[in-house]
């Protein structure tokens, strides 16, 4: 007999009392347990953004949220893109996986939105118990789906910016009211290929920028969501329009923002707000309109997050307990316990005790207090080994129960010897292991003298540190409420400065605090979200000021950047987009009032530049600016007045600069510049009638006789060539009336007849020019004509050619006859062609 041969009655009397106990601690057991149970499933921020940008998740204001198993699966698989959810183990019938579609997809609004949002398909078997979902995308492609979702995203962000800017939620109506009339067209009005599906949707609206009246409806109910309206959509009675309603206040009040868009009127959109059925009160907006008659129709979109679940586990002992979301059930072996989650699903088993069975347990924080009938027993879950502590009662006959009061005091009841129940209370403290703990996972934990274990941002000798609900350390990026902090991955210190997560950049400054705004950190500059801290990237207007933020880095740039199709210079030393003139780099350039590099010629202040349209250097030298030319000489100088450039000559406008082209008279010195080089000309130029030469050398017109490719030309006082006869001093010439040279031979200039000899030289006295006689004046080399005595010879040259005639010739009727050979006139008797003819001394026929 266990009791040791006492009193049979006495045993009996004292076993009634015992059983009674063991029902009363039994039922304290049960009500405890439904305490402690739980029905749902917690759901943390890291999991609920797993999709959604972190601003927007931050704006619905959701830390945690209790959400049913297949909704957590549902929702799991659309944020990781998978295409079928297996659901075959919860044991749901076809027709009860509805609520849980929709509370899985109301917890993203974006999802309904995309597009024409998600489906799905059911697996299901003969007994409708439901096997799978597979989810359909609203498009084509489930990328596309994706795709859709980013841009709406990017958009619902894009108004975010400038609807939160209202203080009171009135304002961020007013604000939401404006921007949509403003950027969203009525559909209808459109042409019918961009008259589509999407326009009944606030992806049309906020996206494509057209919608019909649903369109309208949507997103602004949307937006709504976002900045912490309380709306919802409204019809009339015959679904032929929907508008929406805002709380004020405390106060409904109705919004009409495609009947207030200026287009819909044919006004002209720009900077133009209609505000007749802004916050109407229903009177009022049934008054506006027959649109409004009949009975209203309120439709608000599924916001419940509020599904409780009610499964129980079933044990397998009657020793069972609940703890921190799970179930521990002492196996059939009574060795070892179960773990189950809520669900009433195996998760692990622990196995505790090689010999003797467990008799009673008690769980709390993680910590299964245990008798295995006769010793207390403490084991620890989260370290997965007992704590170092065992305690058996020196009189005891059975442990049969443990009651932890709190994490410190513990009560063992036993029945002693003399089968007398005994309540012995136990201060943990003593025994346990304090300071830093680290399991045999690696795991990392902190206990405090009176046993506790460490949980949440809690500060140890001067240093930070974050311990979960189950006291575990918790490194790297933690978001703790509204406070963000970066835990070192090896000392799990709270650590400050600027640390990348994986999904955002933060600079830490410690207490939870991170900076916002331009912020400078170990001289490097950053820009974090005025709003939730996060670095951004890319080109930012800041206080009126560009920056580029690197992608990778996220610290501003400094230096060139091409950013798209333009190019910046952003300070070495406050990190800006400098504007206007620049010296970079020992060289100049010029960027306009947003930064961007301007090229080509540019008139700043009353200064010329012209900057490389490859480089954007300013440049040096000839440049045509497409309407000027100028010689520019750096500094903003250009060359004026008659300027040579690389061995070219150029004439510069005195005052503004601009290369002059034509004809020019500079310093009394005639100059041509060419029309499109604007360079000075050199040598034969003809300028409307008349033709100049202009220096190879000086590039002036020259003037007078010059000589020009070997052959001499005459220029008057205007530099005008001059063709035909000219006495020049005494020189006297004659210049080809087509060509303008100086030519030889004989020459009748009109007046006079020359035998132009060259170099301003005639020929005088008797002359023989290809094979013709001529007389020129002795003195004058004019060509003279008539019956001439020349050395007591005669001669006769004719009033036409100037050239000497032979034979026959009667000159004021006295016949002659003048040799051939020598156009001599003859005397004596002489015979031609067979004739004696007799002529006097005087050369006369007798």
Known sequence: MIYGGKDMKKVSRHMKLFLGLVVFIACICLVKMKMFAADSLTVGEDYLKSNMEMSLYDRLGRSEIELNEPACRIYDAIAKKIDVIDLSDLELKKDDIKPYWEEAISLDPLIEESYNGIKYTRVFTSQDKLLRLKIKYGVSEKEEFFERYQKLQSAVLGYLDKVENGNSEAEKVVYLHNMLAENVVYAKKLSDETYESTAYTAYGALVNGSAVCDGYTYAFDLI???????????????????????????????????????????????????????????SELRASSDLYSGEFKYEKYIDNFGYKFSNMPTGTNSVQAYDNGYWYVVGNDGKSINKLDIYGNFVENIVLLEDGNISAMSIHNNRIYLTNKRTLLIYNTTLKTFIPMSYTPADYLFCYAVYLKNDTKLVLYYLNSETNFVAEEHDLSERLEVGFIKNKDGNIYYRYDNGEYATGV???????????????????????????????????????????????????????????????????????????????????????????????????????????????????????????????????????????MKMGYRKIGNKRYYFDPESGKSTTGVYNTGSYVFDFLGKGEVAKGLTEVDGELYYFHPQDGNAMKGLRIINGKKYYFDAKSYKAVEGFMKIGNYTYYFSPDTKEALKGLVEAEGEEYYFDADGCMKTGYRKIGDKRYYFDPESGKSMTGVYNTGSYVFDFLGKGEVAKGLTEVDGELYYFHPQDGNALKGLRVIGNERYYFNDIDYKAESGFVTIDSNTYYFNPITFKSVSGEVEIEGNIYRFDVNGVLK
């Open 224 to 282: 709504s969501k976002y900045v912490g309206l309380d709306a919802m959509r409204v019809s009339n009675q015959e679904n032929t329009h929907a508008w929406n309603a805002v709380k004020i206040g405390g106060e409904w009040y109705f919004v009409d923002v495609m009947c207030d868009d200026p287009y819909i009127a044919g006004e002209d959109r720009e900077g133009i707000f209609r505000y007749e059925r802004l916050l109407r009160t229903e």
């Open 458 to 596: 809690v500060d140890i000798k001067g240093e930070e540190y974050y311990f979960a609900a189950d006291g575990c350390m918790k490194t790297g990026y933690r978001k703790i409420g509204n406070k963000r902090y970066y835990f070192d991955p090896e000392s799990g210190k709270s650590m400050t400065g600027v640390y990348n997560t994986g999904s955002y950049v933060f600079d830490f400054q410690g207490k939870g605090e991170v900076a916002k705004g331009l912020t400078e950190v170990d001289g490097e500059l950053y820009y974090f979200h005025p709003q939730d801290g996060n670095a951004m990237k890319g080109l930012r207007i800041i206080n009126g000021k560009k920056y580029y933020f690197d992608a990778k880095s996220y610290k501003a740039v400094e230096g060139f950047m091409k950013i798209g199709n333009y190019t910046y210079y952003f300070s070495p030393d406050t990190k800006e987009a400098l504007k206007g003139l620049v010296e970079a780099e020992g060289e100049e350039y010029y960027f306009d009032a947003d930064g961007c």
